[in-house]
């Protein structure tokens, strides 16, 4: 059976919390360049934008969080 510590959770929580202050910082730097390297003629659907978006936020939430998981159960104890 899987064992789960509750500081692991604390950690997870609080890198979710993390993962959400760096998804917008990310999405801002990612729309920026986008949009300097971006044909004005050509056309773009909104939907790869949405996309991408949550394929960062995504990304985001299962690295912060798998970090802050490991970090609380390695301070913690488990």
């Known amino acids: 059976m899987i064992g ?3 500081a692991g ?3 997870a929580a609080i890198g979710i919390a993390i993962a959400a202050t760096v998804y917008g910082t990310v999405i801002d730097a990612v729309e920026r360049w986008l ?3 971006r044909d004005p003629q050509e ?3 909104d939907g790869e934008v949405a996309l991408l978006r949550r ?3 995504a990304v ?3 690295v912060f969080a798998g ?3 490991w970090i609380g159960f390695k301070i913690g104890g488990g």
């Open 4 to 6: 789960i510590s509750l």
């Open 43 to 45: 056309h773009h659907p």
């Open 9 to 11: 959770l604390i950690g």
């Open 67 to 69: 970090l802050g998981y």
């Open 35 to 37: 949009a300097a390297h």
């Open 55 to 57: 394929g960062i936020l």
């Open 60 to 62: 985001d939430i299962l």
